[in-house]
């Protein structure tokens, strides 16, 4: 948890002390339609919900780009599986999220695919109730957020992916579907 704090930390003070190495800054807002999911069950259960989440994008060459994050996850039981069958298990989710990731990307107009990946810390509760896992924690757990998708558009200004945020601790991923446009900073 330490190293995770401390990378986060290098990250946003880089960004306050206006760094060389960056060529251009942006912000990247991000919606989409959430999901949970526990590690281990029986009833393949997914919780609904949504992801709201902003992003600082520091481009460093046109293939590598840093993006400290904050987001909200919320998502919530209805009691059925995924086939539409009353369960008693749940994942659910209602977390604050905060770290960094890097983001991988093929510098190709119109349509550029990408690859991130990152560490951050998720503030909030959590409830796994499984046949094979009973927890129900509050407070700081970290996580491991890895994304992928498409950039769209002339500048590559509109994004459109999947994003995950693998939370080890409570034995469950939360995750979204998202939409996102990014916006210059000058």
């Known amino acids: 948890m330490k190293k995770a704090l401390t990378i986060l930390i ?3 003070a880089s960004n306050i002390a206006s760094a060389q190495f960056v060529k ?8 989409g339609y959430g999901i949970s999911v526990p590690y281990n ?3 393949d259960v997914a919780d609904r919900g949504l992801l709201l989440q902003g992003e600082l994008v520091l481009k460093v060459r046109s293939w590598f780009e840093l993006r400290p994050y904050v ?7 209805n009691g059925e599986d ?3 069958n009353p369960t008693d298990e749940i994942a659910e989710s209602k977390a604050f999220l905060l770290g960094g990731k890097a ?15 990152g560490i951050g810390t998720s503030i909030g ?12 924690k509050g ?5 491991i957020p890895l994304a992928f998708g498409l950039e769209l558009g002339k500048n590559n200004n509109v994004d459109v992916g999947f994003t995950y945020y693998f939370q080890p601790s409570v034995k469950q991923f939360v995750g979204a579907m998202a939409v996102g446009i990014t916006i210059p900073l000058k």
């Open 10 to 12: 290098i990250l946003l």
């Open 24 to 31: 251009e800054k942006s912000i990247n807002a991000l919606i």
């Open 41 to 43: 069950s029986i009833d």
């Open 71 to 77: 987001g909200v996850i919320i998502t919530n039981s």
């Open 82 to 84: 995924l086939n539409n």
């Open 103 to 117: 983001r991988l990307r093929a510098p190709i107009p119109w349509v550029a695919p990408y690859l991130e990946l």
């Open 125 to 136: 509760k959590f409830q796994t109730f499984t046949y094979y896992d009973y927890i129900d």
């Open 139 to 143: 407070g700081i757990i970290y996580h």
